[in-house]
């Protein structure tokens, strides 16, 4: 069975940094490309990063450029989302998936097949 698991989620001051890691199981994340999305109450869910298979090309929101880092460690099965600089409009619940694609990059929820149960971050003002 396919497994994601999100942690390093939690509460930050503004202009603090966090690490959210996303443990994959009963595949190998190296035959995917694998991206993170963030939703809030009432929202749809939203594109954050992704990253292709074996990390040559990075993709992310505008509004997290410059501020927001994804990688990867295919030997650990993980993922990695760095957050910097973080804002309180950066407070969501974030979420690991799974890419239907290895070499392409994908920002549309419909491009991602498995998901994680998602950790949340929180940014005060």
């Known amino acids: 069975q396919v497994h994601l698991v999100e942690s390093g989620g939690g509460l930050v001051q503004a202009g603090g940094s966090l690490r959210l890691s996303c443990a994959a199981s009963?595949?190998?994340?190296?035959?995917?490309?694998m991206g993170w999305f963030r939703q809030v109450p009432g929202k749809e869910r939203e594109f954050v990063a992704t990253?292709?298979?074996?990390?040559?090309?990075?993709s992310y929101t505008d509004s997290v450029k410059g501020r927001f880092t994804i990688s990867r460690d295919n030997a650990k099965n993980s993922v990695y989302l760095q957050m910097a600089s973080l804002k309180p409009e950066d407070t969501a619940v974030y979420y690991c998936?799974?890419?239907?694609?290895?070499?392409?990059?994908?920002?549309?929820?419909?491009?991602?097949?498995?998901w994680g149960q998602g950790t949340q971050v929180t940014v005060s003002s």
């Open positions: 998936a799974r890419s239907i694609y290895k070499r392409r990059i994908g920002v549309h929820v419909s491009e991602y097949d498995y």
């Open positions: 009963g595949w190998f994340v190296s035959t995917f490309a």
């Open positions: 990253i292709t298979w074996n990390g040559d090309t990075t």
